[in-house]
């Protein structure tokens, strides 16, 4: 672990110095030139040449994803009041924890934060904040690309049986291993901007099918006695319904795990900096985010009330050839979204193997590390493919921290804002409100788990 944190010293400008513990030769051995070449291979690194737009589609296809399919669901746990409010609230606070992720990735003159475990190092210390950071940063990424394939799989399954009711049923597990053997494939794509095709489709996409999902629950109009009340009847069932509710809303809200990834990708001098066109391509992002998850949000509760499904595709089964299509488009744009998740991953991954165990870097390393990625969550996805409740976990459990309330803490730790001032409030306030999500959020998650387990048969 320790492998992937990159030296302070290392990233300053000029010439090595002769001293053996210089930072020319901190890493093994190995001289600037060689270091160098490395970080260049590595994927966060290997290219600094994209537009503005591409941090548009790659934070699109980064946030909107399998979480805003649930978002209906996560209505009927928390009602209309308390639903709207947490909804436009974490848009509110997402929106401003990214914003000040953009402003952090160059604070330092001459200095650029590529990786989140970066910024976690200069605002906590070398070792504090590669231990902060990493862990919570894996299990989100790792989560992410599990919940993933299980949707990919889901969403083919349920294309397969739309198009074809008199074929054989299949079982799930067969649909997760297809989907994940186009991830054996574009997970040999070297770098961000090497996948922008596949983002870019996947963005497209998350706007389409999110589209149907609205359009066709407004053509559906409401069901027959619709009900808005709670989906529990029982008080427990209310209060870890709630829970799991908000670690859903809070999964929806995940691209901050990547950004400072993505921003590593555009161009950065003096006189135009990158945070420029990137905070560009996060506006528009949010603004794609905000067309995408309100409409489907209320208007899938609006319409079905609380006997919408977990993913609302599954409650709308009319018309079929819309909703096959639907299904489709989520499967291209989660196989996009795996990707952009997967990249850190990858460069992590890579970071240990080339710079600490010494392999050397090359097509042979990349391919083996990756296929053995990819296969680990087909593995995990074929186990446990609890959807909803994996996204109640992984939202609560590590989303929360490293989206609503980390960033926060590294700007008081790095700016140090007067007290009681608006800044120090307004960050204060997002700690507080992220701590009780990160603590309260994974118990209904963990609960939905449990529930579906009692009645689940492994590699059905």
Not at 259 to 277: D, G, H, M, N, R
């Amino acid at each position: 672990m320790a492998a992937v944190q990159p030296s302070m010293e290392m990233q300053k400008q000029g010439p090595p110095a002769n001293d053996s513990n210089s930072p020319a030769r901190d890493d093994g051995g190995r001289s600037a030139e060689e270091k160098a070449a490395i970080d260049n291979w590595l994927p966060i690194n290997a290219s600094r040449n994209a537009k503005w737009w591409y941090s548009a589609f790659h934070n699109v296809t980064a946030m909107v994803g399998a979480g805003v399919l649930g978002l209906p669901y996560a209505m009927s746990e928390l009602g209309w009041g308390a639903g709207v409010t947490i909804m436009v609230l974490s848009w509110i606070i997402t929106l401003y924890t990214l914003w000040q992720m953009v402003e952090m990735h160059e604070m330092v003159p001459g200095k650029r934060f590529d990786r989140y475990h970066e910024l976690g190092q200069h605002a906590f210390g070398e070792r504090l904040g590669l231990w902060i950071v990493v862990p919570q940063q894996l299990v989100v990424e790792v989560g992410v690309n599990i919940v993933y394939m299980v949707t990919g799989g889901t969403s083919l399954k349920k294309f397969h049986d739309t198009v074809c009711e008199s074929c054989k049923q299949l079982k799930l597990t067969y649909f997760i291993m297809i989907f994940a053997s186009v991830h054996f494939v574009l997970s040999q794509l070297p770098n961000f901007n090497s996948i922008s095709g596949v983002s870019l489709a996947a963005a497209v996409m998350s706007l389409s099918y999110s589209t149907i999902a609205w359009g066709a629950s407004v053509d559906k109009g409401k069901v027959a006695d619709v009900d808005y009340g709670l989906r529990a009847t029982t008080t427990p069932g209310k209060v870890f319904g709630f829970l799991g509710a908000l670690g859903t809303v809070a999964f929806a809200y995940a691209g901050h795990n990547v950004v400072l990834e993505i921003q590593a990708t555009i161009p950065s001098t003096p006189e135009k900096p990158s945070k420029k066109p990137m905070w560009k391509g996060v506006v528009v992002a949010y603004i794609v985010v905000a067309l995408c998850y309100f409409p489907v949000t209320f208007v899938g509760f609006w319409a079905f009330g609380k006997t919408v499904d977990s993913d609302i595709l599954v409650t709308l089964s009319r018309p079929k050839w819309l909703i096959a299509l639907a299904n489709m488009m989520v499967v291209i744009h989660v196989i996009g979204s795996y990707q952009i998740y997967a990249m850190p991953v990858f460069d992590m991954m890579e970071t240990v193997l080339v710079k600490k165990l010494r392999f050397p870097p090359g097509l042979m390393l990349r391919l083996i590390a990756r296929t053995v990625y990819v296969a680990f969550t087909m593995f995990i996805a074929i186990t446990f493919p609890f959807f909803d409740g994996l996204l109640s976990f992984f939202g609560g459990f590590a989303f929360a921290p490293t989206t609503y309330f980390l960033p926060c803490i590294m700007w008081l730790a790095i700016y140090k804002p007067k007290r009681f001032s608006l800044s120090w409030f307004a960050n204060w306030i997002c700690i507080v409100l992220g701590v009780l999500l990160m603590v309260l959020s994974p118990i209904g998650g963990l609960r939905q788990i449990i529930l579906r387990a009692k009645t689940y048969h492994f590699y059905q």
